[in-house]
């Protein structure tokens, strides 16, 4: 009996991947890790290893495919071996018509069921719910009942159906609900340059919704050609995620901010100090380190909530919100409150690195138990960030600006970075959170403890 | 001339008797060559050209031997696809009997045809004219000797072109061996369906009686087909009495034909001695259908000169009007059924080795040589001559260009029609101008029923072609009293009655079509027409097509349709949809008087076979109908009433039930087209299309049973072809599922009706 190969689950709240290559042909020798293929997840890239040994007997799923996971993508078994008869994998719709992301975040937000109390926290903190996002990422896009005929007329007519009401059987748009919305729309009255109309049918632009600049409000080519430029062009499943996962959040937790402002001139002179030395470390790394004290004093801040229950994380695994072209990633530093400064260090530099190539694993980037964003080198005064999914609060980093500061009577200018928390007013109180920030910059601040450190 | 009608008055008389069925004889004949050419009914000429016929037909069939095996020399490798029913050993049966045939006598011949197509050709042809042989070959500058021989090696490469499918073959490729024609010399196609030719060669020769032909029909059939039911019908309706008797008015004429059964002994593999068959010999079948045993007799097949001798006598007795004539021609066939058939599992080597030592070339050889008829060398120039024309044929033929795809579908129907009556069939003659003529009421209206018969009448004053017969059409006026008079009109020549034979009753109707006749036939009830499907499917609408539009058929199939009136499931039944099914006929149904008498007249005229379908449930429906030259198109559909909102398309009583769904919506504002496509083949889509496109709604109706009705077919062309101009689904109402039941109550409930179709409009709108 040969094995089927699935299509793996690279992460939590992978639903489906795309398989952008096949390492191995129809017929070639598998050995037990042999990289079979690569896919394409919402996250990131990544090659998927055989778990079987044989001769590939079938590809079900080809380069480009896409497929939910745990679908059967290939078999593997011995030559000549029958594969059994199987539906094919459901195909995801293409890359293109993506559908919008559910208007309403699912209600009960959170995965976890309420009221079993849940197990041991697993490493990777299950955050999300999926299902929130399921229906829509893998459900064709709802098709539209609207009978041949009244397409036709629609078509004719060079307008959206969609919005139509229908009143035949099962809500089926007919050409009589057609003409009707056409009646009410006022359509006998617009008025439209014949090429314009041509270019609109060619293009599929629905001309009752532009806005005619010619003489009396007719439409012109030039209002279709710039319906056409403006129209929407789907998001990119990187960036639906990031805008799934964001609203999820910042619609369901109830966020408040506090912000204070650090000096940092003598951090920054002990920074450059021990650079002309050699040594490598950023701003950023101090951040950490003084964050990931603070955590420890005030566990609170290491923990999430679904509004019922209260996980509070024992170690903690620190997220780094890195800025890409394409859009937002946060690789995790794992057990940072381990780190020396210098393994602090090393470690965010190479998932910096790995996320600017892309190359980061869904694991690396699941499981954060709270985020650092850092936007010091993007010139900005202050800024408030929205708490990871999973998380009960997140620290915006601003840049440190040379800044005239009343010091003993006098003023002097000093380098002041302002930091803003975002916290779970669930989880905790405005007081707590004046305290968790400023035991950050007082760690910040006290050269007797940065020196400690490096 | 006095009435044609006549009162039976069968006394009882229960006189104790015995039925002498007189003698049959076989094998009687004792002639020889030396006394054949002493007494002049053959020339030394007529005799070498027996010889070398016999060669041509064994040349020919033993090319198809080698080529199947590869072993025919100058077409190594050829492939050849064709079927390889040869009839090697039959060559004495198939050359004698056409040899004694006139040019313009006519044959029918079976799958095993070849030696009967090459024989009647080779015959024909050296009977004719210097005029008649080119127009035979158009392109020859030769005359004399040279051009006859051009003319015999063309029909040597048709015949081979033929069995290789090429265009230059007798039916263009689309009959192949197994159907092979040549109208021309009145080969009227040799037939794949065991007896399928036998009710068309009666029908010819019918065609023969009635036009005073001198011409005889002879029908090749083996002994198979001897068992088949439309050759037993064919036999009856062939010997009827009433074509010799009173009623055959001043000319008393037995049909014309001579029913040759060519006994090679196997039906296939089924062997007509001891296993098959009750009778010893075959020709005892001619004392079951006349008392003169027609005329039968056993002939030795093996035997060119025998059988030469029979048909000629029996052409004779045809020609005088004594026919028919049953002619048992025992004879063997060499090979099997086909190439594939290794002969073993039923039929001992012996029995072939002795069968082959009395092979009809070898003995017919030996008698030349023995009279002295002609010398050794004279023979062997022959055999020369054969071999090599037949080599030069089959090159030709192989090289000869292959039909093209895109033709594939020429010669499926003609659009010839007659329009105008050639001279000679325009005298009609009438004996009772008034009494088959239809009174109008007094707004000018008549029923359906009369309609019908108005169309038939005046095609029949038209066109003296015309005939018209069937089951009780006669004196009794039909079982529905639509023929009443016609017979008193026209006589008894041209309206008469028919054994209850339906399979005859339409395969006739075939042969006198081919023949020059344009029938009008009738089916008491539709359902019996699945007893004549063969006829009708088989040979009525493949025969334009399969002689590569050599022939035309134009004649009229008249069904009725029973249904609705609690006649139960055997006399109900609506089945236009299976013909319709059938390429090669046209299938019309009326629904209105007016159209009723338009399209029987417009089938009548029409060169295609024509299924005329018609309701008795319309019988009595009454419509102003035109008098005079009133045609309806075939292939035009009507709106019957306009309307915007729904499409009703379909025809017969369901038009009626849709214009009364039509009234009933219209109640609520809701305006129904009715379309009445009149004809299923050809279908006017046009005009369904175009209703459909303006209404966008669509209910399919009829009254024929759902399951694979034409309706589905209509229904399937709308979504195909105006997909986008439909708001809904297309919807079909007809009967049910089922078979027609007996009880009235069942029967409503059975039948579609105008409920059915509002409700099934509703759905949709």
Known sequence: MPHAVAMPKPGQFTEECTILKWHKREGDPVAKGDILFEIETDKANMEVESFYEGTLLKIVVSEGGTVPVQATVAWIGQPGEAIPAAPPPPLAPPAAPIPPPPAAPAPAGPVVPAAPPMPAPAPVAPALAPAASAPATTAAPARLRISPRARRRAREAVIDPAPILGSGPGGRILERDVMAYLAAQGYDRLRISPAAKDLARREGVDILRLRGSGEAGRILIEDVRRAIAERPRPMSRMRQVIAQRLTQSFTTTPHFFVTVSADLTDLLKHRRRLKELGEPYTVTDFIAMAVVLALREFPDFNARTDGRQVWTFSKVHLGLAVSLDSGLVVPVIRNADDLSLRELHDTAAALVEKARAGKLTPDEMTGGTFTISNMGMLDVENFTAIINPGEGAILAVASTQETPVARGGTVEVRSMMKMTLSADHRLVDGAAAARFINAIRKRLEDPAVWRAWA | ?765
């Not at chain 2, 008698?367 to 030709?396: C, H, K, M, W, Y």
């Not at chain 2, 709106?639 to 769904?661: C, E, Q, S, Y």
């Open chain 2, 1 to 765: 001339m006095s009435k044609p009608n006549y009162l039976s008055f069968v006394q009882p008389d229960f006189t104790p008797f015995e039925i002498d069925c007189g003698r049959i004889r076989g094998y009687q004949y004792a002639g020889r060559l030396e006394v054949e050419l002493a007494a002049g009914r053959l020339t030394r000429e007529q005799t070498l050209e027996m010889y070398e016929d016999m060669l041509i037909v064994r040349e020919v069939e033993d090319m198809i031997v080698r080529l199947r095996s590869g072993a025919y020399d100058p077409l190594p490798g050829y492939n050849y696809r064709g079927p390889t029913h040869v009839s090697i050993g039959q060559e004495g049966t198939a050359v004698g009997a056409c040899t004694a045939l006139h040019p313009a006598d006519r044959i029918t011949s079976t799958h095993r045809g070849h030696g009967d197509s090459l024989a009647k050709g080779c015959a024909a042809i050296r009977r004719m004219s210097e005029a008649e042989l080119r127009s035979r070959v158009p392109g020859s500058t030769a005359g004399g000797a040279a051009l006859l021989e051009e003319a015999l090696e063309d029909h040597v490469f048709r015949t081979i072109a033929e069995l290789f499918g090429k265009d230059d073959g007798y039916c263009r490729g689309r009959g192949g061996g197994m159907h092979i024609a040549d109208f021309r010399i009145g080969h009227l196609g040799a037939n794949a369906i065991v007896g399928g030719g036998v009710p068309i060669a009666t029908g010819a020769a019918m065609a023969l009686r009635y036009q005073r032909s001198p011409n005889v029909v002879c029908c090749f059939a083996g002994d198979g087909a001897y068992a088949n039911g439309v050759v037993l019908e064919s036999l009856n309706f062939a010997a009827q009495a009433q074509w010799t008797n009173h009623l055959a008015g001043d000319r008393p004429f037995g049909l014309p034909i001579i029913f040759l059964i060519q006994n090679n002994l196997y039906a296939m593999t089924g062997r007509a001695v001891d296993e098959i068959l009750g009778v010893r010999h075959l020709a005892r079948r001619g004392a079951g259908f006349a008392d003169n045993n027609l005329h039968a007799e056993v002939v030795n097949g093996m035997d060119a000169l025998a059988v030469f001798d029979a048909v000629r006598r029996a052409a004779d007795l045809c020609r005088a009007g004594l026919g028919p004539v049953l002619l048992d021609a025992v004879t063997y066939r060499y090979y099997g059924h086909s190439l594939g058939d290794p002969r073993v599992e039923y039929r001992s080597k012996e029995e072939e080795a002795a069968w082959r030592a009395v092979d009809p070339i070898d003995r017919f050889r030996a008698a030349l040589l023995a009279a002295g008829a002609a010398a050794e060398s004279d023979l062997a120039a022959i055999e020369q001559r054969v071999r090599d024309r037949n080599t030069r044929a089959a090159l030709r033929a192989a090289d000869a260009p292959d039909p093209k795809p895109e033709e594939v579908l020429k010669f499926m129907y003609t659009t010839s029609r007659c329009d105008a009556v050639p001279e000679p069939h325009r005298n009609v003659r009438v004996l009772d101008a008034e009494a088959a003529k239809v009174k109008r009421d007094k707004d000018g209206r008549i029923t359906y029923r009369d309609a019908i018969k108005e169309g038939m009448v005046e095609e029949m004053l038209r066109d003296h072609r015309v005939i018209f017969y069937g089951e009780d059409v006669a004196e009794y006026g039909n079982a529905f009293k639509l023929t009443k008079g016609m017979l008193e009109m026209f006589g008894r020549e041209r309206v008469f009655n028919t054994p209850i034979s339906e399979a005859c009753i339409c395969g006739t109707a075939v042969g006198a079509a081919m023949a020059g006749l344009r029938p009008i036939v009738e089916l008491m009830y539709m359902d019996f027409a699945l007893m004549a499907s063969d006829q009708i499917s088989n040979q009525a609408a493949k025969w334009h097509y399969m002689s590569g539009g050599q022939t035309t058929l134009p004649l009229v199939i008249r069904a009725s349709v029973g249904g609705g009136k609690g006649y139960g499931g055997q006399h109900s039944q609506t089945l236009e949809s299976v013909f319709a099914h059938i390429p090669g006929l046209y299938v019309v149904y009326p629904a209105t008087a007016a159209d009723a008498k338009g399209l029987i007249k417009a089938a009548v005229r029409d060169d295609n076979p024509v299924m005329y379908v018609e309701s008795q449930l319309l019988y009595s429906e009454k419509g102003v109908v035109p008098e005079g030259d009133h045609l309806v198109p075939i292939g035009v559909a009507d709106i019957k009433r306009p309307g915007r909102d729904l499409t009703f398309v379909g025809w017969g009583p369901a038009i009626l039930d849709a214009l009364k769904a039509a009234e009933i919506l219209a109640k609520d504002g809701i305006e129904a087209e009715v379309v009445d496509i009149r004809s299923l083949v050809p279908l006017d889509e046009e005009t369904i299309l175009r209703s459909v496109a303006k209404t966008g709604r669509c209910v399919v109706v009829s009254q024929a049973v759902q399951i694979g009705s034409f309706t589905a077919e209509i229904a399937a062309r709308i979504a195909e072809k105006a997909f986008d101009e439909l708001d809904a689904p297309v919807v079909r109402v007809g009967a049910k599922d089922g078979i027609a039941p007996q009880s009235h109550i069942l029967e409503a409930a059975f039948l579609p009706n105008a409920q059915d179709m509002v409700a099934a409009a509703r759905r949709i709108l």
